[in-house]
């Protein structure tokens, strides 16, 4: 069986009425997508930025009318690029699973699909089921944290993730060595992943996983060895005394999820607890910035 996607691109003005008309005439389901490459670096929680120009897609079944379906979208949305084409079936819960390899991350450390062997069995390996979450190292942003932690001497460290994701980064601190691991998220999923492939790691009995309120109401007065966090620059920045909070005198922070132009920025924010003085390797223009708590302010 094929399915048949009829797509519109459309303003980010049009957006919503395309999604109803797809919607209206039978769409199994709808899809946004960018229509021309523009990306969107920084939205907030809870915000749900789109691009200028959106591609529409709408999932029909094979036999749907198709001149009729891109008749009355070409009325209904002036000026709108109205086409289609055929989506062969195939077992989608497997095929996003071929995107994946393993990745070496420095010099100690795999990153490995669970259903996926390690090409090191004497390596440090991390099995992952990346879920829903972001982070599964295929991001240079991801990468860079990774990269990072494997330098580090982490030996019966104390660590948070903030922003933890698939929980890649404190799985990753565990497996290195660290003795415990607070990993935070805004996203209740990332929550979920994140002790999912804890248990996969057999590491769950050293790791915290929750929401910030639950973090700040549980543990008011935790300080840790080394902070991680691969978010964006505006939380980041927006993080700074929080982070000053959390770390111990001396204290590792190694934070990503920064472009290049964002870098000086950033630094600043955090100039008043910590010292910053390390650029990490630039991959896609993605940066990582990595440094020390200041003993005192």
Same mark, same amino acid.
């Given at each position: 069986?094929?399915?048949?996607?009829?797509?519109?691109?459309?303003?980010?003005?049009?957006?919503?009425?395309?999604?109803?008309?797809?919607?209206?005439l039978?769409?199994? #389901?709808?899809?946004?997508?960018?229509?021309?490459?523009?990306?969107?670096?920084?939205p907030?929680?809870?915000?749900?930025?789109?691009? @200028?120009?959106?591609?529409?897609?709408?999932?029909?079944?094979?036999?749907?009318?198709?001149?009729?379906?891109?008749?009355?979208? #070409?009325?209904?949305?002036?000026?709108?690029?109205?086409r289609?084409?055929?989506?062969?079936?195939?077992?989608?819960? /497997?095929?996003? +699973?071929?995107?994946?390899?393993?990745?070496?991350?420095?010099? /100690?450390?795999?990153?490995?699909?669970?259903?996926?062997?390690?090409?090191?069995?004497?390596?440090?390996?991390?099995?992952? @089921?990346?879920?829903?979450?972001?982070?599964?190292?295929?991001? =240079?942003s991801?990468?860079?944290?990774?990269?990072?932690?494997?330098?580090?001497?982490?030996?019966?460290?104390?660590?948070?993730?903030y922003?933890?994701? #698939?929980?890649?980064?404190?799985? $990753?601190?565990?497996?290195?060595? $660290?003795?415990?691991?607070?990993?935070?998220?805004?996203?209740?999923? =990332?929550?979920?992943?994140?002790?999912?492939? $804890?248990?996969?790691?057999?590491?769950?009995?050293?790791?915290?996983?929750?929401?910030?309120?639950?973090?700040?109401?549980?543990?008011?007065?935790?300080?840790?060895?080394?902070?991680?966090?691969?978010i964006?620059?505006?939380?980041?920045?927006?993080?700074?005394p929080?982070? =000053?909070?959390?770390?111990?005198?001396?204290?590792?922070?190694? +934070?990503?999820?920064?472009?290049?132009?964002?870098?000086?920025?950033?630094?600043? #924010?955090?100039?008043?607890?910590?010292?910053?003085?390390?650029?990490?390797?630039?991959?896609?223009?993605?940066?990582?910035?990595?440094?020390?708590?200041? =003993?005192?302010?």
């Open positions: 069986m094929r399915w048949l996607q009829v797509r519109a691109t459309v303003t980010k003005d049009q957006v919503q009425l395309a999604e109803t008309l797809l919607e209206s039978g769409a199994v #389901s709808v899809i946004l997508d960018d229509a021309q490459d523009q990306a969107l670096l920084e907030l929680p809870g915000e749900m930025p789109l691009w @200028d120009q959106v591609v529409v897609t709408g999932l029909f079944y094979e036999d749907s009318d198709t001149a009729q379906l891109e008749g009355f979208l #070409s009325t209904q949305l002036p000026g709108a690029n109205v289609h084409d055929y989506l062969e079936e195939q077992v989608w819960e /497997r095929a996003w +699973m071929d995107h994946y390899e393993p990745i070496q991350c420095g010099e /100690r450390l795999w990153i490995v699909p669970e259903w996926l062997s390690p090409p090191d069995k004497n390596a440090i390996n991390l099995m992952l @089921d990346p879920g829903l979450a972001f982070g599964t190292g295929n991001h =240079a991801t990468f860079l944290c990774l990269q990072w932690l494997d330098k580090q001497d982490l030996k019966d460290k104390v660590v948070i993730d922003g933890c994701g #698939s929980g890649i980064l404190g799985i $990753a601190a565990l497996l290195l060595g $660290a003795k415990q691991v607070y990993a935070v998220d805004l996203d209740p999923q =990332a929550v979920l992943s994140t002790q999912q492939n $804890a248990e996969l790691n057999r590491v769950e009995d050293k790791i915290w996983t929750g929401l910030p309120e639950e973090f700040e109401q549980q543990f008011p007065d935790l300080q840790a060895d080394v902070i991680v966090a691969n964006l620059a505006g939380p980041l920045m927006h993080l700074a929080t982070f =000053a909070t959390l770390a111990k005198p001396h204290a590792l922070i190694a +934070m990503a999820g920064i472009i290049e132009e964002q870098v000086e920025d950033l630094r600043q #924010s955090y100039a008043k607890w910590f010292n910053l003085h390390t650029l990490g390797q630039r991959e896609e223009n993605w940066c990582r910035l990595s440094g020390e708590r200041l =003993a005192s302010v």
